[in-house]
């Protein structure tokens, strides 16, 4: 039972994507304008705008932890009198490096013409909710 609650934590934490999806998400955003990006991923972590082809970044790296609860009783609810009385058992507690990096490049005309990411799906996987379907 834990391990599917893990997986379920864990699917969560992935933003439900997989490079695949993530890589169509991306694909996606050729051709069109930076402010598009900005708009749906935040403002960039950094940029590059002195050239041309111009650059522009976004990057989490933090650790994130979840805790699972003990399973609940065949009622599916916790016994109150247990709870009340601290004689339940401890949650167990996992956590999870979450890594993204995300590089677009756009011409001089503020259009989006290449894109690179950090291939982690787990970390980038809340760029991808915000990115959704086009």
Known sequence: MRIAILALVAAA???CTT???MDARFEGL???PVKFAIDRLGPPT???ETGVPRSYFW???HDETFSTAEPPNRFGINDPVAVSEGNTRPAR???YHVQCWIRIEAGADGTITAYDWS???AGC???AARLGLF
Do not use: H
């Open 119 to 121: 291939k982690n799906a």
């Open 19 to 21: 490079q695949q999806g």
């Open 59 to 61: 990057a989490v790296n």
């Open 46 to 48: 950094g940029s590059d």
């Open 125 to 127: 996987g809340r760029f």
């Open 13 to 15: 934490l992935c933003g």
């Open 30 to 32: 050729v051709g069109k």
């Open 93 to 95: 507690t996992t956590t």
